[in-house]
């Protein structure tokens, strides 16, 4: 089982619409949780945090499931500019230096 | 802003060169990380470093070495470049002590690389 996984989709999504992703992690001692956006030829970069308590930044919410090792990202109001690769991210605490694991993404295409 | 620099954005080169890439950081981060991105295989880890002179492995550092002699820069070193290391690599920085920091990774813009 891989450490992060994701659905690679692509989600293709009407402007204005609803889209949620899922994405489960295997180790269930991770502590750190990140959704990054990394756009075509570009570089990752932090879209948000996940906390327990769960988080809302805009049209985005995060959520974390600690018991069914999983988080979630839900983003309201699509708009064309949201389309992007959307990264898990997990911080598992099997070695040192602050070392994530990236997931291999989630590609949302929103269409007018 | 967190500004990292990689220096070299796009790269040919034969197989069997010497291949460096640079990076360096702005914001005295402690942690800095290569890693490379394939399709369908996301971003691998080749190796980080949490201080000067420190470094590990990552899950990937087969034919790959780093250097760290200042804070604010890491330099991926291909010894031997071989064509299966034709990729996009990333450099990334983040602030911390210790391993489990948790704290946010911010990536430089990438290096094509490709190796013919």
């Known amino acids: 089982r891989k450490e992060v996984e994701q659905d690679p989709g692509p989600f293709n999504v009407p402007e204005g619409a609803t889209v949620a992703f899922n994405c489960t992690y295997s180790?269930?001692?991770?502590?750190?949780f990140f959704w990054y956006r990394q756009d075509c030829r570009k570089e990752p970069k932090l879209l948000m945090s996940?906390?327990?308590s769960g988080n809302e930044d805009g049209r985005f919410t995060a959520q974390l499931n600690r018991a069914s090792q999983y988080i979630s990202l839900l983003i309201r109001d699509s708009k064309l500019s949201d389309s992007a690769t959307y990264l898990c991210?997990?911080?598992?605490?099997?070695?040192?230096?602050?070392?994530?694991?990236f997931g291999t993404g989630t590609q949302l295409k929103v269409e007018l | 802003d967190v500004k990292v620099t990689q220096s070299s954005r796009y790269l040919v080169k034969r197989t069997g060169e010497k291949v460096f890439l640079e990076c360096v950081q702005d914001m005295d981060h402690e942690n800095m990380f290569w890693y490379r991105q394939d399709p369908g295989l996301g971003l691998r880890l080749i190796y980080f470093s949490y201080d000067v002179k420190m470094k590990e492995k990552g899950d990937i550092p087969e034919g790959y070495s780093v250097s760290r002699e200042k804070k604010e820069r890491f330099s991926l070193i291909l010894e031997s470049a071989s064509t299966n290391q034709t990729s996009m690599y990333l450099c990334a920085s983040s602030s911390g002590q210790g391993p489990y920091s948790g704290n946010t990774i911010y990536f430089g813009e990438g290096s094509w690389l490709t190796v013919v």
């Open positions: 996940v906390y327990s």
């Open positions: 991210v997990v911080n598992p605490l099997t070695g040192g230096g602050n070392k994530l694991t």
């Open positions: 180790n269930s001692a991770s502590q750190s």
